[in-house]
């Protein structure tokens, strides 16, 4: 049997940790497997998107901000992604932070951007999900429910995200 000590220490860590966990899900943080939270946020040509509307579908949301380098160098493999596996039930929505969507709607004009381009100004989508890394990718299933999170990218990510897109289309 431990002694007090060791067992008093072992029980504020648990404690400690269960309140870290809490304070994590009520400050909104999503998390693999949770429900995606639900938005509705206007898109490049002045029309409204909402993520439920997505249901029975694979929706990627690839948040992204025009300073971002490495949310540039990615673009060009999620065209490739979405002109591949968008007539099989998959979406891909690109989650422009910036502040002024002239800059959002004029980078992704320029990228040659063909999949739908949402306004995030206020950022409250991001909060939301909890992001602050550009890029970050959810994947979600056509329950939907979160699966994959990524932050960041680097050369080589795209090969993940079609394995798992192709994996949640299957199921």
Known sequence: ??????????????????VAACASIAA???TVGAGAPNFTLQDAAGGNLKLSEQRG????????????????????????LFEKYRGSGFVLL???IDDDPRNA?????????RFPVLLDTDKKVSK??????????VLIDRDGRVRYIHLGYRDGYEQSYEQ?????LKE
């Open 57 to 80: 579908q694979v929706v990627m949301l690839n948040f992204w901000a025009t300073w971002c380098g490495p949310c540039k160098q990615e673009m060009p493999h999620l065209n490739r």
């Open 164 to 168: 798992q897109i192709r994996q949640l």
């Open 1 to 18: 049997m431990l002694p007090i000590r060791s067992r008093l220490a072992r029980s504020a860590r648990l404690a400690a940790a269960a």
């Open 94 to 96: 690109g989650m422009n």
């Open 128 to 137: 939301l999900y909890d992001l602050t890394t550009m890029p970050s990718t």
């Open 28 to 30: 909104g943080a999503t």
């Open 105 to 113: 709607i004029a980078t992704a004009s320029k990228l040659g951007v």
